[in-house]
C-alpha cells in the first residue's frame, strides 16, 4: 500500500518537473498580453492594439520612466511577430523561442516607420534650411461612415520614383564660391565662380510601396495623415512629403454631426399612436432597440445616448444618435363608420390655430 502511494508521489513530481521544464523553453515574452489582445485577436485587432499602445508607450513620452524603451521594443517585438500570420502561427505553437529559431537573422525589423505616417507627432522639422525639397504629394482618400465608426486600416500602394545609381555621373551641389586669383606684387582678383560637385548619376525608377493608414474611429472629415519623405524625390535634396487627406462619403440613411449621428425613422400612424417597438442596424450592425409606449407626434427627435461616434481625440467620449420620427398616415378616405369610431377614440374638440412658427 504505501509503496503504491510512494510511486504515484514520484510520478506527480516527475511530471511536474516536465511542465516546468517545458514551459522553461518555451518561455520568451507574451507577445499577446503585451498588446493587450485576446490569442483569437484579428490582425485589425492587434494594428489597433499596437497603434494605441505605440502612442503612449513611445520614449518620447516617457521620459521619466528608466522601462520605457524596453517596453517599447517589447511592443515593437510583439507586433512584429503577430502581425505576420506565419510567424504567429510558430509563435502560438512554440513561443518567441520558436520564431527565433526559426527566424532567418533574428534581427529587430523597425516596425514604426512607414506606418500611419507621422504618428509621433513628426520628425523633429529641420526648420528653415537650403536643402532643396520635392514636391509634397497630396491625395484625398475616401471613407465611409462604418470605417469612420468602427475604425479601419487601408493599405495604399504607392507607386514611387524612388533614385537609382546609374552609369556615368553629374554635376551636384552646384554653389556660387569667390575665388581670388593672384595678380602679382600684391594684387589679387576677387572673382565669382560656379563650383560643383561630382555625383553619381541618377535615374529615377517607379517602384511600388504599401502604407498603411489607419481610418481611427471617429476620424474627422478633412484630418491629415502625413507620411514624411513619401511624397516626390528632388534628385539633389530631400523628398517631399505624402499626405492622406480624409474625405467622408455621404451615408444612405446615417448623417454626422461632429459625434452625433441623425437618422430617419418613418412609422405608421397606427404605430404613432399605440406606442412601438422597433429594432434597426446600426453602422456596425448592432442593433439599435427603439421601443415607445407614448403617441409619438411627427417630428419628433428621440435620442439614444452613446449611439453615436467614438470622438477622434478621446475613445472615452462618445456622441449620441438622434432619431427624428415621421409619421406615414394611411391615404384615401375613412368611410362613415370609421369616422364615428375616430372621433369616439380621440374624442377631441375641433379647433383651429393660426400661427407662424416664431
Ligand atoms: C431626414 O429628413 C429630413 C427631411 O426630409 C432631411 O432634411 C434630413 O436630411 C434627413 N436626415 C437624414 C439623416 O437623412
Known amino acids: 500500500m504505501s509503496n503504491m502511494k510512494l510511486n504515484y508521489g514520484i510520478y506527480t513530481w516527475t511530471l511536474i518537473l516536465l511542465i516546468f521544464a517545458t514551459s522553461l523553453v518555451v518561455a520568451g515574452r507574451d507577445f499577446y498580453k503585451i498588446l493587450n489582445v485576446p490569442k483569437s485577436a484579428t490582425l485589425n485587432q492587434i ?29 515593437g517585438a510583439a507586433y512584429e511577430t503577430l502581425s505576420d500570420p506565419d510567424k504567429r502561427k510558430i509563435y502560438d505553437k512554440s513561443g518567441e523561442e520558436g520564431v527565433k529559431r526559426h527566424g532567418d537573422d533574428g534581427g529587430f525589423h523597425d516596425p514604426f516607420p512607414n506606418f500611419f505616417g507621422d504618428i509621433f507627432g513628426g520628425g523633429g522639422g529641420g526648420g528653415e534650411s537650403n536643402v532643396p525639397r520635392g514636391g509634397d504629394v497630396i491625395l484625398d482618400i475616401f471613407v465611409t461612415l462604418e470605417e469612420v465608426y468602427s475604425g479601419n486600416f487601408v493599405e495604399v500602394v504607392r507607386a514611387k520614383p524612388v533614385a537609382r ?31 560643383c560637385d561630382k555625383c553619381d548619376n541618377i535615374k529615377f525608377v517607379t517602384e511600388e510601396s504599401v502604407l498603411e493608414i489607419e481610418i481611427e474611429p471617429g476620424v474627422l472629415d478633412g484630418f491629415q495623415y502625413p507620411f514624411t519623405a513619401e ?22 440613411k446615417f448623417e454626422r454631426k461632429n459625434n452625433d449621428l441623425y437618422i430617419n425613422l418613418t412609422i405608421t400612424l397606427q404605430d404613432a399612436l399605440n406606442g412601438f417597438d422597433v429594432e ?79
Open 231 to 252: 511624397g516626390e524625390p528632388h534628385i539633389d535634396g530631400e523628398p517631399g512629403d505624402l499626405i492622406f487627406i480624409i474625405r467622408l462619403q455621404k451615408h444612405k
Open 47 to 75: 494594428k489597433k492594439a499596437f497603434r494605441k499602445l505605440a502612442k503612449e508607450l513611445h520614449p518620447d513620452k516617457n521620459k521619466d520612466d528608466a522601462r520605457a524603451q524596453e517596453r517599447f521594443q517589447d511592443l
Open 280 to 358: 434597426f442596424p446600426h453602422l456596425d450592425g448592432h442593433k439599435v432597440k427603439l421601443t415607445r409606449e407614448k403617441i409619438t407626434w411627427p417630428g419628433v427627435r428621440i435620442r439614444k445616448k452613446g449611439e453615436g461616434l467614438p470622438a477622434h481625440e478621446s475613445n472615452t467620449i462618445v456622441g449620441d444618435l438622434f432619431i427624428t420620427i415621421d409619421v406615414d398616415f394611411p391615404k384615401g378616405e375613412l368611410n362613415t363608420d370609421q369616422r364615428e369610431a375616430v372621433k369616439t377614440l380621440l374624442n377631441q374638440q375641433s379647433k383651429h390655430n393660426l400661427y407662424n412658427g416664431l
Open 165 to 195: 545609381k546609374a552609369s556615368g555621373s553629374r554635376q551636384c551641389n552646384c554653389r556660387t564660391e569667390m575665388r581670388t586669383k593672384p595678380l602679382g606684387a600684391g594684387r589679387f582678383q576677387m572673382i565669382q565662380e560656379q563650383v
